[in-house]
Each structure stands twice: as structure tokens, then as C-alpha cells.
């Protein structure tokens, strides 16, 4: 190995924009915020002590394709089957693992282990494993001391820890990876960092506890549970140091307890942090009660209905209410389309840069986008005649990025089929498929509050009747046009398998709000209703109340100006649709009664000169006769005299 190769190694970190190992990161890279911004490239590689005789190349793996500022990160791959993990893998001196934060972390890592150790002959340098795990597969273990129950565990009590039920598939990783590490360990040498809760640098398991003493909404903080059970606990950048150390001297010990020095209980930690930030006051409640914590997610709704009925106006109300982000399916795919130009352009404009693997997965995508539109006859936006996977693709991307899975977010509109909700929110746990790309489990982004709106039809059709004609092109709302995929979405709703079916599977159940008024919806009537299933914002602001009370304010006056727009645009464009929507009416119904006179004058001219006639003989004959039965008489007349 030369001199170079030693003194700057190239580290690979799973799920880097994640809360530790972000932190890990950018530890490990030595706060890239020192920098100069205009030397961001040379930021990319930092030196990581005072000596300088060692620096990191920080690669990894991120959940979403934003375009965050990471000058701590050489390379980032967007969502990589494991086929390309397993490339970069291998170009790569350390792989750390961290299964902290996500349950899926822990399939993957063990997927990489494994991969790594069956490659172990194609490895062109020694290579170390680092598999960051928790507490929690001590969580059960027997006392050192049973007279003494605080004796707190050291490294060398490993051999006798047990998991937590919830953390088992954690603590059988951890001696599989040791097991594979004893194997080779001059070439492929592995070590299990347990880390303990971690904390700082914003914070993530108290982040509950800051923010519910900062806002003061609650005099009392809640500690759940007895209270009394002592917190293994670390701060991410003492656990960064720590696998920074196992990278440079490579300790003979191969698993290691990451804890801090600290003795304290959950209750202790939570009177310090309300100490601080709050009143300073706690009450204990049970564990169950932890559960009913709604603070603890951002909302998820989704609002679904006939087009014309309102969707995407009560979906940006909601939005503006909550500080939720509005997740349209044409907005999307057009940020989606630009993304990928954007990273194109960026990557091949940029000889420096070497991320080409990244731009050509993306030049390959929109290639999949744009041949994908062609073939359904579409050259430019709206965008919604993409197959149903590309749309599911696409929505999933966008629903699983940071903003979304942070703030919240209301899904407007979509899925609008059966087979488009089970793709989207469907999660098999039994399936593994390494072509599948790795990502957060679908549970993520299902949607906590589904809203179906609903109206009759003809209001529907006085409701685009009385649209601006700007609206009526832009939502494509021509009469033939809207009156086919409003009996679409009928059709749709009636069958047994429909979005709404869907979700009442998933045990969601939808709330129906029927539209009975022309205009825009009684907002205030309908946000109220809205209001009461959601609940109060989740947002982390100074004052939920005062968030309420803007909100509300806000959704008044964006009522009030479009209900004036409203009434100036039909106030000059009312007898104009009318006008045309009758004539159309009329027009069409002239063209009726001319086909069925053309076929009458047939049918008239038939009867007149081969059945007329002899009829009228046929009748008198009968009125001269007086037959017993004149119906056979008639019967017995037509047949003789058939013309």
C-alpha cells in the first residue's frame, strides 16, 4: 500500500443523511462548516486531526435526490440497487454500517457482510468493517451482581448480553459480523461499535423532550414509564471519534461498548432538559401512553375525489394550515424531469467531478420518462399518461425525501387506481429482491388522514361550466373530455377493487365530505371538519395556538380573494360559457332529430306504397264482411293479397 492510499482512505457510510449518521459524517470529515465555500471541492476531503497525517474520503448512501448542501459527502448514491452498493463497496478501505435508526438497516448490513466476505479474493487492499449497533441487544441481559444492580457492563460482559425481542435480528448481525471479521482478519477485519442513545447536534431520540419544553405548551414533561432505569448514553461526535480511532490503529478488541461516562436516569435526563427550556416540571405516565404521542410523526394525509370537485384547492388550504408540503403528480414528475437534466448537466459539465455513474443512472431514467411518454402519445406536460410503475416510481421518490418525511405532506389526487395504491403503499416483508432499490419501507409514507370528497354530477358539470376558460385548458376540462374521465372515475369507484377498498385493507378509514355548493367549498365549514379528525399542528414553531390562529387567518383571506376573483371572472365569462355550452346542446340535438327524419322519409315512403294500402283494403273488407273473427279474417286477407 503506498504512502497516499495510507494517509487518505476512502470511507463508505450508510444512509448519510440521516440523523447519526449525517453527524457521523461530518465528524468524520472535521466540520466541512470550516471550509471556504468557494473551495468546496477541496472541502470534500478534510483532515481529521491537528497532525494531518491521515484524511477520509466520505461516500455513502442518501434516501432522497434533493440537492442539500453536503461538502462533507465526495460522493452520494440516490436509492443504489445493491448491485452498485457492492461496486462502491469495493472501492472503498472502511464500511461503516450504521442499524441505529431504521429496522430495514439491519437486512442490508447483513447483505453487505456477506457480499463483502464472498468477494474477499477481488479485494485489491485490506478492508474493515465497522457495524455501528445499539444498546438495546443488552436491554435484556441478567445483572453482573445481583446485590448490586447499578454495576454497569464493560466490553468483556459481551458473551452475556440479551436482546431486546424487538432488537433480536440486531444482536444476531452483531455475531455474525464478528464471526466473519475472525476468519481473515489481515484482509477483511470487522469490528461492532454498540453505540448508546445518542444525542446533540439537533438531536433526534429527546428531540420530543427539547421541543415539548421549548414550546411551554405542556406545564408538565412526560416521562414514560418508572422513570428510574439508568441511559446508556453518547454524544455522536464521541461516537465518530471512536470509529475514527478503530480506523487508525485497528484495536486487537473487536467489539466495543460506545457510552459515555454518564450515570443517569430517564427521569434525571428529562428534569434537566425541562430545567432548562420549560417549567422544570415532569409526571410519569405508562408506556403505553407513549404510543398516543402524536408529536412524535409529521402528518401524512392524502385527499382523493372526482376531478372538478376541489381537490387541489382544500389540499393547498390544508397545507397552508399545517406547513405541510403539497404533493401534486404533473408538479412532480416536472420536478423530477428537472432534477435529472440538472444532475446531467452538473456531472458532464464538470470534468472534475467524478460522479458519472450517478448521471448516467439519471440519463438512463429520464430516457425511461421520455420513451415512456412517447409511446403514450405525449410530447409535453401534463405528464399524468405515464405507465403505472413510472408514476409509482416517481410519487414514492418524491414522498420519501427529507422534506416530505420531515414535515409532512398532503397527496393530491393520487393514487387514482387500485393497482397505483397497492404499489405505492404495499410492503411484503417476506420479499428480498437485490435488483429492488433500497429504500425506506413503504409504511413511511402511508397516509394517516384520507379525505374523499364527492359531489353529484351535474353539480360537477356546473361547476367546470362556470370555470375560467384559463382552468378549463389547463385541467384539459373540454366538455367531451371531462365528461369521459369523470364516467372513468365512476367506473373506478364502483368496482370491488377501488383506492377507497384499498385503504379500508390497510385499516385507514377515509372520511367522506360531500360538496353541495357551486363555488368554491364552504372553507370554513370544511377546514373545521378537516380540523377535527387531524387535530392540532405538529409543527415545531413558538406556539401552536398562534399557528392555528394564522392559519386560520390565512385561509380567510385566501378565501375571501378567491371568491372575488372568483366572481369577476364569471361575471365576464358566465353567458359566455353558457352560451356555448348551450348551442353545443343544441346543436347536437338539431343533428338528432335531422338523422331520424332522414330515416323516417324511408321508412314513410315503405309503408305508403307496400303496406298502406292493402291494409285499407284489408279493413274495409273486413268492415263489409262481419267476420267471427276478424283478426284471422285480416290474416287470411294479407296473405292472399301480399303485393
Given at each position: 500500500?503506498?504512502?497516499?492510499?495510507?494517509?487518505?482512505?476512502?470511507?463508505?457510510?450508510?444512509?448519510?443523511?440521516?440523523?447519526?449518521?449525517?453527524?457521523?459524517?461530518?465528524?468524520?470529515?472535521?466540520?466541512?462548516?470550516?471550509?471556504d465555500?468557494?473551495?468546496?471541492?477541496?472541502?470534500?476531503?478534510?483532515?481529521?486531526?491537528?497532525?494531518?497525517?491521515?484524511?477520509?474520503?466520505?461516500?455513502?448512501?442518501?434516501?432522497?435526490?434533493?440537492?442539500?448542501?453536503?461538502?462533507?459527502?465526495?460522493?452520494?448514491?440516490?436509492?443504489?440497487?445493491?448491485?452498485?452498493?457492492?461496486?462502491?463497496?469495493?472501492?472503498?478501505?472502511v464500511?461503516?454500517?450504521?442499524?441505529?435508526?431504521?429496522?430495514?438497516?439491519?437486512?442490508?448490513?447483513?447483505?453487505?457482510?456477506?457480499?463483502l466476505?464472498?468477494k474477499?479474493?477481488?479485494?485489491?487492499?485490506?478492508?474493515?468493517?465497522?457495524?455501528i449497533?445499539?444498546?438495546?441487544?443488552?436491554?435484556?441481559?441478567?445483572?453482573?451482581?445481583?446485590?448490586?444492580?447499578?454495576?454497569?457492563?464493560?466490553d468483556?460482559?459481551?458473551?452475556?448480553?440479551?436482546?431486546?425481542?424487538?432488537?433480536?435480528?440486531?444482536?444476531?448481525?452483531?455475531?455474525?459480523?464478528?464471526?466473519?471479521?475472525?476468519?481473515?482478519?489481515?484482509?477483511?477485519?470487522?469490528?461492532?461499535?454498540?453505540?448508546?442513545?445518542?444525542?446533540?447536534?439537533?438531536?433526534?431520540?429527546?428531540?420530543?423532550?427539547?421541543?415539548?419544553?421549548?414550546?411551554?405548551?405542556e406545564?408538565?414533561?412526560?416521562?414514560?414509564?418508572?422513570?428510574?432505569?439508568?441511559v446508556?448514553?453518547?454524544?455522536?461526535?464521541?461516537?465518530?471519534?471512536?470509529?475514527?480511532?478503530?480506523?487508525?490503529?485497528?484495536?486487537?478488541?473487536?467489539?466495543?461498548?460506545?457510552?459515555?461516562?454518564?450515570?443517569?436516569?430517564?427521569?434525571?435526563?428529562?428534569?434537566?432538559?425541562?430545567?432548562?427550556?420549560?417549567?422544570?416540571?415532569i409526571?410519569?405516565?405508562?408506556?403505553?401512553?407513549?404510543?398516543?404521542?402524536?408529536?412524535?410523526?409529521?402528518?401524512?394525509?392524502?385527499?382523493?375525489?372526482?376531478?372538478?370537485v376541489?381537490?387541489?384547492?382544500?389540499?393547498?388550504?390544508?397545507?397552508?394550515?399545517?406547513?405541510?408540503h403539497?404533493?401534486?403528480?404533473?408538479?412532480?414528475?416536472?420536478?423530477?424531469?428537472?432534477?435529472?437534466?440538472?444532475?446531467?448537466?452538473?456531472?458532464?459539465?464538470?470534468?472534475?467531478?467524478?460522479?458519472?455513474?450517478?448521471?448516467?443512472?439519471?440519463?438512463?431514467?429520464?430516457?425511461?420518462?421520455?420513451?415512456?411518454?412517447?409511446?403514450?402519445?405525449?410530447?409535453?406536460?401534463?405528464?399524468?399518461?405515464?405507465?403505472?410503475?413510472?408514476?409509482?416510481?416517481?410519487m414514492?421518490?418524491?414522498l420519501?425525501?427529507?422534506?416530505?418525511?420531515?414535515?409532512?405532506?398532503?397527496?393530491?389526487?393520487?393514487?387514482?387506481?387500485?393497482?397505483?395504491?397497492?404499489?405505492l403503499?404495499?410492503?411484503?416483508?417476506?420479499?428480498?429482491?437485490?435488483?429492488?432499490?433500497?429504500?425506506?419501507?413503504?409504511?413511511?409514507?402511508?397516509?394517516?388522514f384520507?379525505?374523499?370528497?364527492?359531489?353529484?354530477?351535474?353539480?360537477?358539470k356546473?361547476?367546470?361550466?362556470?370555470?375560467?376558460?384559463?382552468?378549463?385548458?389547463e385541467?384539459?376540462?373540454?366538455?367531451?373530455h371531462?365528461?369521459?374521465?369523470?364516467?372513468?372515475?365512476?367506473e373506478?369507484?364502483?368496482?370491488?377493487?377501488s383506492?377507497?377498498?384499498?385503504?379500508?385493507?390497510?385499516?385507514?378509514?377515509?372520511?367522506?365530505?360531500?360538496?353541495?355548493?357551486?363555488s368554491?367549498?364552504?372553507?370554513?365549514?370544511?377546514?373545521?371538519?378537516?380540523?377535527?379528525?387531524?387535530?392540532?399542528?405538529?409543527?415545531?414553531?413558538?406556539?401552536?395556538?398562534?399557528?392555528?390562529?394564522?392559519?386560520?387567518?390565512?385561509?380567510?383571506?385566501?378565501?375571501?380573494?378567491?371568491?372575488?376573483?372568483?366572481?369577476?371572472?364569471?361575471?365576464?365569462?358566465?353567458?359566455?360559457?353558457?352560451?356555448?355550452w348551450?348551442?353545443?346542446?343544441?346543436?347536437?340535438?338539431?343533428?338528432?332529430v335531422q338523422?331520424?327524419?332522414?330515416?323516417?322519409?324511408?321508412?314513410?315512403?315503405?309503408?305508403?306504397?307496400?303496406?298502406?294500402?292493402?291494409?285499407?283494403?284489408?279493413?274495409?273488407?273486413?268492415?263489409?264482411?262481419?267476420?267471427?273473427?276478424?283478426?284471422?279474417?285480416?290474416?287470411?286477407?294479407?296473405?292472399?293479397?301480399?303485393?
Open positions: 500500500m503506498d504512502k497516499d492510499r495510507q494517509l487518505q482512505e476512502r470511507v463508505f457510510i450508510n444512509d448519510i443523511d440521516s440523523f447519526s449518521s449525517k453527524c457521523i459524517a461530518k465528524c468524520l470529515a472535521k466540520h466541512s462548516l470550516e471550509c465555500g468557494s473551495a468546496e471541492k477541496e472541502c470534500r476531503t478534510l483532515k481529521l486531526n491537528d497532525s494531518g497525517s491521515r484524511s477520509y474520503r466520505v461516500v455513502g448512501t442518501i434516501s432522497d435526490g434533493s440537492e442539500d448542501d453536503r461538502p462533507y459527502v465526495l460522493e452520494a448514491y440516490i436509492r443504489p440497487s445493491r448491485e452498485k452498493i457492492l461496486q462502491k463497496l469495493m472501492e472503498c478501505d464500511i461503516v454500517y450504521n442499524i441505529t435508526q431504521h429496522p430495514e438497516q439491519v437486512d442490508e448490513a447483513r447483505w453487505a457482510v456477506t457480499a466476505h464472498d474477499i479474493n477481488d479485494f485489491g487492499q485490506p478492508k474493515k468493517f465497522i457495524l449497533s445499539t444498546v438495546m441487544t443488552w436491554a435484556c441481559s441478567e445483572p453482573i451482581n445481583s446485590d448490586d444492580l447499578e454495576l454497569p457492563f464493560t468483556d460482559d459481551f458473551r452475556r448480553r440479551k436482546a431486546h425481542p424487538n432488537f433480536e435480528k440486531h444482536l444476531e448481525l452483531e455475531k455474525m459480523v464478528t464471526k466473519v471479521g475472525k476468519m481473515d482478519r489481515a484482509l477483511f477485519s470487522t469490528y461492532v461499535v454498540v453505540s448508546g442513545l445518542q444525542y446533540g447536534l439537533g438531536e433526534q431520540v429527546f428531540h420530543l423532550f427539547f421541543k415539548m419544553s421549548w414550546l411551554g405548551e406545564n408538565e414533561i412526560p416521562v414514560f414509564g418508572e422513570g428510574n432505569n439508568i446508556p448514553t453518547i454524544h455522536v461526535c464521541d461516537l465518530a471519534r471512536v470509529i475514527q480511532k478503530i480506523i487508525e490503529h485497528q484495536p486487537k478488541p473487536y467489539y466495543l461498548l460506545a457510552v459515555d461516562y454518564s450515570n443517569n436516569t430517564m427521569e434525571d435526563i428529562v428534569k434537566t432538559i425541562t430545567s432548562a427550556l420549560g417549567f422544570g416540571k409526571q410519569r405516565k405508562t408506556f403505553e401512553e407513549a404510543f398516543l404521542q402524536q408529536d412524535l410523526s409529521p402528518i401524512r394525509a392524502c385527499v382523493l375525489g372526482p376531478p372538478a376541489g381537490k387541489s384547492t382544500v389540499s393547498r388550504q390544508i397545507c397552508d394550515y399545517y406547513k405541510l403539497h404533493v401534486r403528480l404533473n408538479e412532480t414528475i416536472s420536478e423530477t424531469i428537472s432534477h435529472l437534466e440538472y444532475m446531467m448537466r452538473h456531472t458532464f459539465s464538470d470534468p472534475e467531478n467524478d460522479d458519472s455513474a450517478t448521471a448516467t443512472e439519471a440519463q438512463e431514467l429520464l430516457s425511461i420518462i421520455n420513451d415512456n411518454m412517447e409511446q403514450n402519445g405525449v410530447i409535453s406536460l401534463p405528464l399524468g399518461y405515464l405507465d403505472d410503475q413510472m408514476l409509482v416510481k416517481v414514492m421518490d418524491k420519501i425525501s427529507n422534506p416530505c418525511k420531515n414535515q409532512g405532506f398532503v397527496l393530491d389526487g393520487f393514487p387514482k387506481t387500485y393497482e397505483q395504491a397497492k404499489e403503499f404495499h410492503v411484503d416483508e417476506h420479499e428480498s429482491d437485490e435488483r429492488t432499490p433500497i429504500s425506506l419501507s413503504n409504511k413511511k409514507i402511508m397516509p394517516e384520507v379525505f374523499i370528497l364527492d359531489a353529484s354530477d351535474s353539480l360537477l356546473d361547476r367546470v361550466m362556470n370555470l375560467p376558460e384559463k382552468l378549463v385548458q385541467h384539459k376540462y373540454e366538455q367531451e371531462f365528461l369521459q374521465i369523470l364516467a372513468k372515475y365512476r373506478k369507484n364502483m368496482e370491488e377493487e383506492v377507497v377498498n384499498y385503504l379500508e385493507e390497510l385499516d385507514i378509514n377515509p372520511l367522506l365530505i360531500e360538496i353541495t355548493s357551486i368554491i367549498p364552504d372553507n370554513q365549514l370544511l377546514m373545521h371538519t378537516i380540523c377535527e379528525r387531524v387535530g392540532k399542528p405538529r409543527n415545531y414553531a413558538q406556539n401552536n395556538e398562534k399557528i392555528q390562529k394564522e392559519g386560520m387567518m390565512l385561509i380567510e383571506t385566501t378565501v375571501k380573494a378567491e371568491r372575488e376573483q372568483k366572481e369577476l371572472e364569471e361575471a365576464r365569462q358566465r353567458s359566455a360559457h353558457w352560451e356555448m348551450t348551442k353545443t346542446l343544441e346543436e347536437k340535438r338539431q343533428w338528432e338523422q331520424l327524419e332522414v330515416l323516417s322519409v324511408q321508412m314513410k315512403t315503405y309503408l305508403t306504397e307496400h303496406i298502406i294500402t292493402t291494409l285499407s283494403l284489408g279493413l274495409i273488407a273486413c268492415g263489409s264482411a262481419w267476420p267471427e273473427d276478424p283478426i284471422d279474417f285480416m290474416a287470411e286477407y294479407l296473405i292472399k293479397n301480399n303485393p
